[in-house]
């Protein structure tokens, strides 16, 4: 089994009316190559009548972002004319690429009537060779990801990308990124091979585990040395996993806000192209 090299616990902080946690970056931790950024925003109850998501029009180059929608909707437009709104169980990949624009809001009827919203948001790396392909993006709804149902009966996992016990997610992302969510219920176990050369993320969203002989609760990220190939998981209460996998791309990382590149001319090129609308508008 994996040796688990640490476990970051989160604070909350307010980021408009959600309460954000992030564990990815955290100190002493930049990133778990090639995953940059996981953000773990509420749950948290909108009221009636309410103004929505916050993440109004921004840019993005370099990378691809990865939206779980756990409760709630997310309603994306981008300047490369995607648009959707996606539900709860959905997910929105998105290839930024050379560079676009991009908002995440909530829609009309979620801010007529309010309700739960609970959403992370991962940003993972692209290599150099990659981070200029074309922007792309996919939004799949909760009845498009194949659920598999765990050996024991007591768990559920939701796979994203990659091949879980045979079953291949819907997303095939330009760099090799393998993601799901795993539901367990209290006393459901798994045990999951990744090869030991792979980076492994690991967020418990909530409920209580005891993960490779070490119990963990809440909100954790652990940290896994890259020194064996099995992670074996056992609930002491339900619980729901956010578990995926990547080779580490091993490349100088370079970031600005939402630009993140390999070296400080790319960033400076990012901004020049940003600046000159060269990433395309959003209204």
Do not use: C
Request: glycine letters at 12%.
């Amino acid at each position: 089994m994996r040796t688990i090299q640490t476990v970051i616990k989160p604070q909350g902080q307010q980021l408009g009316p959600l309460t954000m946690h992030q564990p990815l970056p955290a100190n002493g931790v930049d990133q778990l190559d090639p995953f940059l950024l996981l953000h773990h925003h509420g749950p948290t109850r909108f009221p009636a009548r309410n103004s929505g998501l916050p993440f109004g029009p921004h840019p993005h180059r370099g990378f691809e972002t990865v939206t779980f929608i756990y409760q709630g909707d997310v309603q994306h437009r981008d300047s490369s004319g995607f648009a959707s709104t996606i539900e709860t169980g959905g997910i929105q990949w998105m290839t930024t690429g050379s560079g676009l624009v991009h908002s995440e809001s909530s829609s009309e009827a979620f801010k007529e009537t309010g309700g739960m919203v609970e959403l992370i948001q991962l940003w993972t790396n692209l290599p150099g060779r990659l981070k200029m392909v074309k922007p792309h993006y996919v939004g799949l709804q909760k009845n498009d990801i194949p659920a598999v149902t765990l050996a024991d009966g007591k768990g559920t996992v939701a796979v994203t990308s990659g091949v879980w016990n045979g079953v291949a997610g819907p997303v095939q992302p330009v760099y090799d990124v393998e993601l799901a969510n795993v539901s367990l219920l209290a006393g459901g176990s798994f045990t999951r091979r990744i090869e030991a050369s792979r980076t492994v993320l690991f967020y418990l969203l909530n409920g209580a585990i005891v993960v490779n002989g070490q119990k963990i609760s809440g909100r954790s990220l652990v940290i896994f040395e890259n020194d064996g190939d099995e992670i074996d998981v056992r609930a002491t209460d339900e619980s729901r996993i956010l578990l995926g996998s990547a080779q580490p791309i091993n490349e100088p990382v370079v970031s600005h806000g939402p630009f993140v590149m390999n070296t400080e001319q790319e960033i400076r090129q990012a901004i020049s192209d940003y600046q000159s609308g060269r990433m395309g508008h959003l209204s």
